[in-house]
Every structure is written in C-alpha cells, then in structure tokens.
C-alpha cells in the first residue's frame, strides 16, 4: 500500500489524498482482496468468502461516508468494529483476522495492524480476583490493535443443570470485566470471537460467516500444499487423498485446510517408511507419494470391494441379511464405474426387527465395517445407546441430547437399542422422535451417519405404525428370523471351535441334540443365539473341570453330543419349572 493512514481525522484524510481520496480507498480495498486471495492460498477464488469480502467492501464504504459528513460538518456515524468470526476449524478465520486488522489499521480506524492472539485460557485463573486482573492486563497489551478470541466456546460459563463449577464463576468474571472495560475504554479493541456462544453479546448480523471448503476447494488446497512442499504424486494416489478428505469431512470438528496438511503428514510418512524399507541404503531426492501412502487399503476406499461373505463367515442364521448388503455393495461398486454418486440409492437409516438373542448388536458391527468398506463411513465404530440416552428430564434438554448424540456419530453407526421405548407416548420422548426426523435429514447429518433402530418386531412394528414421520426417514428394515435347531447346533459348534473344541458321536445322537434345540425354543423367554451361548459356555466349563480332575492334557479337547444333550436336558427342565 502506498499510505499508511493512522488517523481517525477525516480533515487530515482529505489534506492526505486532496484529489485521490476514492482512489486510495480503493486501493486499500482491492490490496485487501489480493491479500485475502493469497493468503488463504486461493480458496476464495471459488467464492466461500464472499460474505467477508461483502462486510469489508461496506466497512470502506462507511469510512467515505463519514469523510463526506466530516465535509459537512455532520457527526461521522458511530459502528462497532468488534466482528463474530463464525465457522468450522481450517477455513481461514484467524487469517482473515489479521488481513481485516491491517484493512482498518490502513483506514485509521486503530492505531496498529498488530494482531493479539489469545485462548480463553489466557485470561483464566485459579484465583478469585486474579481473572478480572488478567484480563485488563490483556486489554491493556491489546489497545489499538487487533485482539482475536480463539476457541471462545470456552468462555461460556455453564449453568449448574449442565455441570458448572467455580471455574464457570471464573469465565463470567473474564467476560463481565471485557464488557466493562470495551464500553468504558476511549481506547479501540477489534475483538474477533471465532465461536458462537458469546454472539449474544456481539452483533451477530454482522458476522463473518466461514463454511466448510467443497470438493473443488479441497483439491486446490491439496495441489497448492504439495506444490509448495515440492512433492509429487500419482494420479492414482492423488484420487485416494481425495477420497481420504471426502470421508474425514464426516467426521466431527473437520479440519479444513488444516486436515489436508494432516492427511499429506500421514502419507509424507508412510513414504519414508515403505522407502526405507526397499532402499535400505539411502533415500531418493525426489518424493513421489503413491496410494498405499495415503490409505493402506486404498482399493477398498476408492472401489467399496469387499467380500460380505468373508465378513459374515461367523454368523449363522443370518443368510437373508447377507445377500441384502452384498445388493448394497454391489449396487455401489456398478454406480461407480459410471462415476455416479451411489450415497443417495443406499440406505443409511435401518431398523432391525427382531426376537431376543438373533444378534442384533453383532450385526450392526457388521453393518459399520461393510459401509465403511463401501467409503461411506470414516470409521467402522458403533456408538451404542438407548433411548435414555436421547431423552431429557426437563424441558428443553432432549434436543440438544439428540444432537450431541448424532455430532458423536459423525462418520460411525449410531445404534439405539430399544428403540421401541420411543413410542411410549410422553412429551420427551416425542420430542427425541420429532427432534431425530428433523434432523437426519438436514445436511449435517444426511448420508453421513448410518442409524440404525433396533427392537423386537411387534414393539418396532408398533411405533412406526404410530409415527408415520419416523417410518419415512427409516423405510428399510433388517428382518431377523428365530434360529431353526439345525442353525442353533452349527452356531453352538461355531462357539467351541473358538477354543479348539470339537464335538463326536453318532448321527442319531446328533439328532437327538436338535431335538432338544426344538423343545428348548418354544419354552417362554428362549433367547436364541444368546441362550445357545450360555449352553455352549457351561459346556466348555464342564469339560475343562473334567481336565482338571485328570490332571493331564489330552491330545485334543472333545466333547460328545451325549455330554451337550445332558446339558441341555437340565436346562430344559429348569425353563420347565419355571
């Protein structure tokens, strides 16, 4: 800039560019675009700061306003200079914090382009007394200049329903000597806030407003990352990074830009790890990232292949849910070979309907590492909960519980046992069925969660008849049948071959031990694949108390269909006599 403009005096203003004052101010303003421009390494060419350079644009404008009012004797006309910075992580605030501190330094509207920046925890302290001390000295150290609140959520103190403490009595103290001392001091503070609950305070009309970088902005951002740190990638493995963005974008608290300097982190060392191991003697000058760099299973991220039946191998009884989910996949793996976007033609709201013990919790599990196969989900976690977990006690508590809960399923499976509780009629739990409709559909949430509500069929089959709302944003459901006594017998084999036990005998007493299994599943309360594990585990404790009797290890463990019909025959008698 060719001037530098200390000076609130509009007359001094107007000695300074006699005939060029316009042009000057529109100097600054375009040298504060290119600043912007470079600065935030050129994702503003794809507009996501239009808004910021709108309130920069007005803010010039009122300085000529005023300078024609000061012409006229008129009193110039009084705006804060304090801003709200609104958005996620990564997107350039505090950057466009300090171009936005020099734009007004330039103008004259403080005194320094200097910029203060500082965390909540600089202003807090353990000692009653010693905040408010803190903060004036911070105040003081910030007169004139630019001071930028980070992370300033932190200040918010919280009532004691939610958990506050004295240190909240601290925050309060921080943020009534700020206020105090911005509307008494002659002094200009900008304070920048870069979260939103303390815009109560600021005009949030005014806010800047960041958003999450898009597709195209992220690809930018990850060549200009790599040209500048002079590295090299395949087309190939350039896709995968991409990919790797695209699913961490649905996680919580994404980073932005910062989260592609993590993912190139990431791959900078895996390089260097795969180099050093096949040129044990050195490495090359010049780093070429590969796919394997950035995601070791890279073929399942950018293909969504993967064997459902190798996944499922250890799941009995569930042949109907298998080949359900391998239409899913290879419905996504067609759509992608014509490059068409397979999110919105697969489901990501279940409901599972089904008798106790069918393993609904296990299939879930399942479920989260086939769409995270599919690169649907950032995580193959589940978050289990129920319904307690999403209902409030008082008023106005059982939203902000919904929401929270669907922020932690970001990217994972969000399992509710028990879902038919949701229909059991009172205010809060209507309001958690209203609050869930509501919101899966909204794009913070929408194809980036996979909920799934679970629950016996005739309790499911009731809430969705009596909340029509909720039925159409879970239209799938996942059956699941009663285990026939020939899949509860394979399935309590499957629990023996875990520690190496084997079963022996002949065909009819076989037989006789799926006989069993029939009578057992009609007595009250038989809970299928859960109460064949509880057989299977009394079981293996009777033939390891018969090793320890003998005092020998044997060749091999086995058990005899005789020895699992007697168990059986106890357990029968006891659900008998029940």
Known sequence: MDHLVKSTD??????????????AIARLYANFLISVEVGLEGATKYGRLEEVKETIKA??????????????????????????????????????????????????????????????????????????????????????KVLIIDEAYMLYPRRRSEGGSLSDEFRIA??????????????????????????????????????????????????????????????????????????????????????????????????????????????????????QDFDASFERLLSGVGDCRELFRDIVGCEEIIAQFEGYRQTVRGMRMYDIDPRPHIPFTLVFKSPPGTGKTTMARKIGQVFYEMGFLASAEVLECSVSDMVGSYIGQTGPKVINLLEQALGKVLFIDGAYRLGGGGEYTDDAVNELVDSITKPRFAHKIIIILAGYREDMDHLMHANRGLASRFPTEVLFRPLPPEQCLTLLQHYLARLSIRMHGSAAEETQCVELFSRLAVTPSWGNGRDVETLAKALIAQLFRACAREGAKSAGLVVGFEELALVMRQSLGRRLGR
């Open 10 to 23: 509009y007359e001094a203003l107007h000695s300074l560019y006699p005939f060029g004052y316009l042009v």
């Open 59 to 144: 803010c010039f404008h009122r300085v000529h306003v005023n300078y024609q009012r000061a012409l006229h004797g008129k009193e110039p006309i009084q705006v804060g200079l304090n801003r709200v910075f609104l958005g996620p992580p990564g997107t350039g605030k505090t950057t466009v914090g300090r171009l936005y501190g020099q734009v007004l330094a330039d103008l004259g509207l403080l005194w320094s382009g200097e910029v203060v920046v500082r965390n909540p925890s600089d202003f807090i302290e353990e000692y009653i007394g010693w905040s408010e001390l803190n903060t004036k000295r911070i105040l003081r150290s910030a007169a004139g």
């Open 174 to 291: 921080v943020v009534d000597t700020w206020f105090q001392k911005s509307k008494t001091s002659r002094e200009r503070i900008d304070a920048c806030f870069t979260t939103s609950t303390l815009a109560r305070r600021f005009p949030l009309e005014d806010a800047f407003h960041f958003r999450d970088f898009n597709d195209d902005q992220l690809a930018k951002i990850l060549d200009q990352k790599l040209k500048k740190q002079q590295l090299k990638t395949t087309d190939l493995a350039k896709k995968v990074a991409l990919q790797t963005l695209y699913l961490a974008r649905d996680r919580p608290n994404f980073g932005n830009g910062g989260e592609v300097e993590n993912v190139i982190s990431r791959a900078k060392a895996a390089q260097q790890e795969r180099v050093s191991a096949n040129l044990p003697g050195g490495f090359p000058p010049e780093v070429i990232l590969e796919p």
